[in-house]
C-alpha cells in the first residue's frame, strides 16, 4: 500500500546530487514501458528504465497474450478475414459503450494495421492460424481469435465480425513457460537492448520532481532501502501499471473489485496515478472494471446463464468478459450455470479444455423441478425459464438473448446447476488521463510539462466494456506514443 | 459550459486591488451555502455569499425539499416510529452499497436528531403527519414518508424499516408555490439575514486566488461582466452544486446520464469541483448518479416491471429512485409496466396523483399472449413471467423480489403495457472529496488551506445508492461542518 502522505512532488531545487539521469525516463518494464523506451532510443534518447521487480515483464510477460489489433491486419487478411478500421470503430465503439472514447479509439483503430507490422518488425510472431472455438485463450499457438464478442448477439447483428485477438505464437504453453504475453515481450525486450536502452532493477519511484516552472524533470526512487534520484533531462513516461492491487483506491473507485483482483500483478497499486495526481494530473474512466468469469466458455456456451431470479441474462456464447462484466456489474454477482449431462459431457471432450474450470456440478436432479428445487430457487421460476429456452431452442432460435443456433439445444436430463456466484475477478480499467501522444493532462486538459504516460495507469480504449487484447493493445501503442514525444519534448 | 482552460488558480501576488472580502467568502446561495454561512458567522465571522443567479435558493428551493433525517428524531418519535442511529446507519450501508462511505453515514446518523433541531431552531416546520402511500413526494403537507425504500424488499428483510423523509411543512403545494424545498430554504436565509451575512448576486466564480504558501485565500468572479477579486480572510467554502449540465464532465464521468439531467438548475456547471481540481483536489464517486423513474409509484406498486427480455427485476413497491436506478444501470433503460384495467383504475383514483405521470397506455389487450404479441416480445416471454407472478400472487407471495402482500394481487383481464423505455433521468453523486469537517481534501488526503466545500460539488452520504432527502441532508450537515470549520480556521 502507498503511504497517501507521500507522493508529493519533490522540488527541484531540493535535489543536491542526482544519482543518475538520462533524456527518458520509464517507470514500469512492462508493455507500456518497453515499447515507450524502444521508441525513444529510435527517436535519438538516452533512455533509463526503472523496474521495481527484479526482473522485466510485468503482468504483461503473465498474461495470455492477446493483442486487440484489426483494420486487415496481415494476419486477418492471410486467415481469409476482412476488416477494415471503421468495422473495428464500430465495433469497440458499441462494445465499450457510452463511455467510450471517441477520437482515441477512431485513433487506435486508424493505426492499428501499422501497430500489428511494427511489433512483427520487433520479432513478434503470430502463427497464421485461426481459433474459433468459445474460449479465454487458443488451446495451442494458434495467432488469432475472437477476444470481445464481436460474433456473437448483440454485437453480430450491429456490425460484421471480425476476429482480433492476435496472439504471439506460444511454446510449451501448456506448462506455462512460454505463453503469449512472454512472447510478446521477450522480443521487445531484446528489441530495446539492442537499442542501448539502460535498465535499473528493483527501484521504485516514489515521487516525481519538478523544477519551479512546473516541469517535470525526475523522479526520486527507492532502491535497497536507499532513495534515489533520477534527473529526466526530456520527460518521464509512468507505466506502472493499474491499482488494482491498492485496496484504497478499488474501494474509493471500483469497489465491487475489493478482493477479487485478477490479471493483475501485486506490484499494480496505483503509484504512477498517484504521483500524477499530486502534481495536478486528471484521471478518467476509474469505476471501469475488466471481469473474468470463472467458467469454462465451452461449458457456458452449452447450457443457460441465469441470475438470482432463475432468469437468462446474456448470450450464453458470447465472450466470457463480457458474461463476467454483466454478472458482476448487472446481477449482483449472482449467476448459475444450468447443463445438461449431455453438454457438459461434449464440453468436456473439447479440445480447450480447462482443467481449472472443470469442478463438479453444485445440484444434480433428473428433472429441472428437482433441480429447481434443490437450488432454493421458488417453484417454477427455473421450469418456465428451461421450458421457454427448450421450446425455441428446437427451432434453432434464442429470440431473448440471440445464442446463436450452433449452440442451441433443448436442455434434457439429467440437469446440472454449477453454483457460480462470486465468480468473477478483473482489473480496473481507469487512470490518468493522456492525449493522443501520451502526455498526461491536467484538470484544464493541458499537458503537464515533462510528463508522458501509458498502460493500464492511463484510461485507454476500454473505459467501460471490455475485449481481450485491450490491454496489451493500448498499452503498446500509446506506449510507442509516450516515449517518442517524451524523446522529442 | 465552462472552459476547461479557464480554471487554474491566481496567485495572490498579482492581485493588486481587492474588491471585496470578507472572513468567510461562501460560492452558492443553496442549501449548502445558507447552513455554512449561518454556522460561519454564529462562530463569529464575517460572511459574504456569492451567487451567481439574481436570488439565494439553488436547487433546493426548487426540490421536494425531503431532508432524509432519523436516528430517532422527534418527529418520528411524535409520529410512533422507532429508529436509531445504527438503524439508520445499517440501512444506508444497504442502500448505498460496496462505495459507501462508512465514517461518513456513521457521523451523519449519529448526529441527525441535533441536524433536525437545529433546522427547526431555524425555523423550518415539519408537520406530525405521516404519509404511507408509494409516491415521490407527500401529496399534502405532510412531514414524513418513506424515501428509500426503507420498507419494501430488500431491505425491510434487513433492517426494520422507519421513515426518514423528513419534508418541510409546504404551503400550496399544488400551484408549486411554497414546495418542501422552497419552505426549508426560506427560514434558513431569513436566519443567515439575521446573522448580518453579505450577499452579492449575479456574482459566478471563475478561479481560486492563492497565495504563495499554497493557502487559498479568495476567489475570481464575475460581475456583470466585470472580473472581481474577493479576498478569504479565513476560508472559501464551495457550495455550488454539482456537475449535472456541464456536458462533458458528464459524458467522462457518468454517461449514461447523458441529455437526462434532472433535479438539478442549469447553473449546476461544476465549477466548484473544477476550480479546486485546479489547487490538486481530489474527487470521488464521480460515476455515481441518482436516477428518477418517472413513472407513477401508484401505478409500479399495482403493476409489474419488466425489463426488455419480459423478466421482471425490482420490487415494484420500492422507492422509484431505486427502480430508476436499477433500469438504467442495469436494464439498459429497458422498461415496461404491465398492469390490468382495475390497478391502473385503483391507482387513478388514489390521493399521490401526479397527473404527469398519467399517460394512455402504449399497448392494450385482452390476453398477456396478445399483448405480448402487440409489444413485440418473444411468443410466451410475457405469458410465463405473468403467469408465474399471478400464481404466487395468488398466494399473497412474490418470491423472486418480495413485493409486500398488500400489492400482490393477479394480473387480470383487460391488461395494458406502458412503454418506459428511457423513462429515467437523474443527476450526478460524485464530487469533491472532503473530510467530516467539510475541508477539500488533496490527492494525499491533505486538507487544503483555506478551502472548503459542501453540497453537490462533493460526494455525500450517497455514492452510490440513493435515498429521496439524502442531498438536501449531506448539503445542510456539512454545509454547516464547513462553515463552521472555516470561520474557526
Given at each position: ?105 477512431a485513433d487506435y483503430c486508424k493505426g492499428s494495421i501499422d501497430h500489428y507490422q511494427w511489433l512483427v518488425d520487433c520479432g513478434v510472431r503470430f502463427k497464421e492460424e485461426f481459433w474459433g472455438e468459445p474460449g479465454w ?173 432463475g432468469e437468462r441474462y446474456i448470450a450464453e456464447d458470447t465472450y466470457p468478459g463480457r458474461i463476467g462484466q454483466a454478472t458482476l456489474i448487472e446481477q449482483d454477482n449472482q449467476a448459475y450455470l444450468i447443463i445438461d ?149
Amino acid at each position: 500500500m502507498v503511504d497517501a502522505k507521500d507522493v508529493e512532488p519533490t522540488p527541484a531545487s531540493e535535489v543536491s546530487d542526482w544519482t543518475d539521469g538520462a533524456d527518458v525516463v520509464i517507470a514500469g518494464y512492462g508493455i507500456a514501458g518497453v515499447c515507450a523506451a524502444i521508441e525513444a532510443a529510435r527517436a535519438g534518447a538516452d533512455v533509463l528504465l526503472l523496474e521495481r521487480t527484479g526482473g522485466w515483464g510485468g503482468a504483461a510477460a503473465l498474461a495470455g497474450g492477446f493483442v486487440y489489433l484489426g483494420g486487415g491486419t496481415p494476419l486477418q487478411r492471410a486467415l481469409g478475414f476482412d476488416d477494415s478500421p471503421e468495422n473495428m470503430e464500430a465495433f469497440l465503439l458499441a462494445a465499450v459503450g457510452p463511455t467510450a472514447d471517441h477520437a482515441r479509439i477512431a485513433d487506435y483503430c486508424k493505426g492499428s494495421i501499422d501497430h500489428y507490422q511494427w511489433l512483427v518488425d520487433c520479432g513478434v510472431r503470430f502463427k497464421e492460424e485461426f481459433w474459433g472455438e468459445p474460449g479465454w485463450e487458443p488451446p495451442h499457438d494458434e495467432g488469432l481469435m475472437y477476444s470481445g464478442g464481436e460474433n456473437a448477439a448483440p454485437f453480430n447483428t450491429i456490425v460484421a465480425p471480425a476476429p482480433r485477438g492476435h496472439v504471439p505464437q506460444m511454446q510449451n504453453k501448456r506448462t506455462g513457460q512460454r505463453g503469449g504475453g512472454y512472447m510478446l515481450m521477450k522480443p521487445l525486450v531484446e528489441t530495446a537492448e539492442k537499442l542501448g536502452v539502460r535498465v535499473e532493477y528493483d527501484t521504485r519511484i516514489q515521487r516525481l520532481i519538478r523544477d519551479d516552472t512546473g516541469w517535470v524533470v525526475g523522479v526520486v526512487a527507492r532502491r535497497y532501502g536507499e532513495e534515489v534520484t533520477i534527473r529526466a533531462h526530456r520527460g518521464v513516461v509512468l507505466a506502472t501499471g493499474s491499482f488494482a492491487y491498492n485496496e484504497e483506491m478499488v474501494a474509493t473507485h471500483a469497489p465491487r473489485l475489493i478482493g477479487r483482483p485478477a490479471a493483475a500483478i501485486e506490484e499494480h497499486d496505483g503509484i504512477g496515478i498517484r504521483v500524477a495526481q499530486a502534481v495536478g494530473a486528471q484521471v478518467e474512466a476509474m469505476d471501469a472494471t475488466e471481469v473474468a468469469f470463472f467458467g469454462d466458455p465451452q461449458m457456458l456456451a452449452r447450457g443457460i446463464m441465469v441470475n438470482g431470479r432463475g432468469e437468462r441474462y446474456i448470450a450464453e456464447d458470447t465472450y466470457p468478459g463480457r458474461i463476467g462484466q454483466a454478472t458482476l456489474i448487472e446481477q449482483d454477482n449472482q449467476a448459475y450455470l444450468i447443463i445438461d449431462d449431455e453438454g457438459n459431457e461434449a464440453a468436456r471432450e473439447t479440445e480447450t479444455a480447462t482443467p481449472f474450470f472443470r469442478t463438479q456440478p453444485t445440484w444434480v436432479a433428473e428433472t429441472v423441478a428437482e433441480l429447481e428445487n434443490e437450488m432454493g430457487l421458488p417453484e417454477s421460476a427455473l421450469q418456465q425459464t428451461v421450458s421457454f429456452y427448450n421450446e425455441h431452442a428446437r427451432n434453432g432460435e434464442d429470440p431473448l438473448l440471440g445464442k446463436k443456433p450452433e449452440w442451441l439445444k433443448p436442455i434434457g436430463s439429467p440437469v446440472a446447476a454449477f453454483d457460480m456466484r462470486g465468480f468473477t475477478a478483473g482489473f480496473p480499467l481507469g487512470g490518468l488521463r493522456t492525449d493522443l501522444f501520451g502526455r498526461v493532462l491536467d484538470i484544464a486538459d493541458k499537458p503537464i510539462h515533462g510528463l508522458y504516460a501509458a498502460g493500464r495507469c492511463t484510461a485507454g480504449i476500454c473505459t467501460g466494456g471490455y475485449a481481450s487484447g485491450a490491454s496489451l493493445g493500448d498499452s503498446s501503442f500509446y506506449g510507442r506514443r509516450a516515449g517518442r514525444a517524451a524523446a522529442l519534448s
